[in-house]
């Protein structure tokens, strides 16, 4: 697809340079969509600085930064007014570290990526942001270990198990995995989630039911509690429907809580359980059911999967997938920022898409097509993504 060609700036929207800056006049040269090309014009010696984000601009050369109108500015280009200084006849697109430029250590965003993905969506062609950090079921990327867990989440669900555990460290995809499972269930099953629950005994049962969406009478005891899910229980089997509960973040679960769980999962018809558990957590989850205290637990769980990293290969595909899924090429990473995006995040898919996310940022910055392995590194460098511990050697190779 053709990019859509500049033309005219006919937008009325204003051009205000910052108060901090040093720009004496301005003016709209062009425009393409919502981005716009600005001539800027600045007095003397002093170094001229963007009206827009912040980010240096040398005699000559133009960059890319974010405007915090409706409008974005795609390039500055700058004319000295000094007499002393000759006005440069030329100007370049300006790249990260090159002669003369941006100075090590100084972000080349400087608070122009607030925008997001407004930056490059139009530059790039994208109909939507390929690298978002909410779970998105309809942009799972189907690599091995998804492919499993989702299956051993979906066995679990047909075959009326009264537990199935999925655990993965932070960021591996195992809520996309839930969610697209979560998709696929009719109104056979009714469904709640519990998210970050703590306590023990009583404060467990206490998290199932107001999930369930039940209303017991203030300060009610655990007897009373456990009979108004049991009576629960009963109505939605004789009316066709069974129950799942989904507890998320369930490695911060007490040894205490997940027993009361397990007494849960007793409550059946005789031949069926009325009660299912999908408990969702980290690697601590795994560890701690395979504690001797906790052999019973253990021995209920019928289905488990624990979802590793992507490796090196499968990062690629995942990247090409996204960039596609969004309505862009997926060919815009080139191989070796590809290879230096999987070392980086060691193939975790949340850490992917935060670095993508800001490597797409600058290469539409810097007009950058392919996005390069420089440009990754420049991301790094700059302090921008930031990644938290990461455990070496865990990726599925």
């Given amino acids: 697809m053709a990019p859509t060609p500049w033309r005219a700036a006919t937008s009325t929207v204003s051009v205000t340079a910052y108060p901090s800056t040093n720009v004496v006049s301005h003016r709209l040269v062009a425009q393409r969509g919502p981005w716009v090309k600005v001539f800027l014009e ?70 122009a990526h607030v925008l997001g993905g407004d930056i490059y969506q139009g530059f790039y062609g994208f109909s939507e942001r390929p690298f978002t950090l909410l779970p998105d079921p309809d942009a799972l990327y189907w690599a091995d270990g998804h492919t499993a867990a989702f299956t051993v989440l979906e066995y679990g669900i047909v075959s009326r198990a009264p537990i199935t555990v999925l655990t993965g460290e932070i960021g ?44 017991p ?80 637990f253990a021995q209920r769980i019928v289905a488990a999967y624990h979802l590793l990293p992507l490796d090196h290969a499968a990062t690629a595909a995942y990247v090409r997938f996204r960039l596609a899924h969004a309505g862009g090429r997926a060919d815009l990473f080139s191989d070796s920022a590809l290879q230096e995006i999987s070392r980086l995040t060691a193939g975790v898919p949340r850490l992917i898409n935060k670095l993508c996310e800001f490597c797409l940022v600058y290469g539409a910055i810097n007009e950058e097509d392919p996005v390069t392995m420089e440009t990754v590194r420049q991301v790094v460098d700059d302090g921008i993504f930031v990644t938290g511990f990461i455990e070496s050697g865990k990726a599925a190779e």
């Fill in 42 to 111: 600045c007095p003397g010696r002093k170094p001229a600085r963007a009206a827009f984000g912040g980010t240096d601009v040398h005699e000559g050369g133009s960059c890319r930064v974010a405007s915090r109108t409706s409008l974005h500015v795609e390039a500055c280009y700058i004319q000295r007014l000094s007499r002393s200084l000759r006005p440069s006849s030329t100007t370049h697109r300006r790249r990260p570290n090159a002669g003369g430029g941006r100075r090590a250590g100084d972000p080349i965003l400087r608070g």
């Fill in 172 to 215: 591996v995809g195992k809520t996309t995995v839930l969610r697209k499972l979560l998709e696929q269930l009719d109104e056979s099953t009714t469904v709640a989630l519990v998210s970050n629950a703590q306590g023990g005994r009583a404060e467990m049962l206490r998290w199932i039911t107001n999930a369930l969406g039940l209303r």
């Fill in 217 to 296: 009478e203030p300060g009610a005891d655990y007897v009373s509690l456990f009979q108004g899910l049991q009576d629960f229980l009963v109505e939605e089997y004789a009316a066709g429907r069974f129950v799942t509960v989904i507890i998320d973040e369930a490695q911060n679960l007490t040894v205490e809580a997940l027993e009361e769980l397990r007494m849960l999962t007793n409550i059946n018809s005789g031949k069926d359980e009325l009660l299912q558990l999908i408990l969702v957590g980290q690697s601590e989850l795994r560890n701690r059911i395979m504690r001797p205290e906790l052999q019973q």
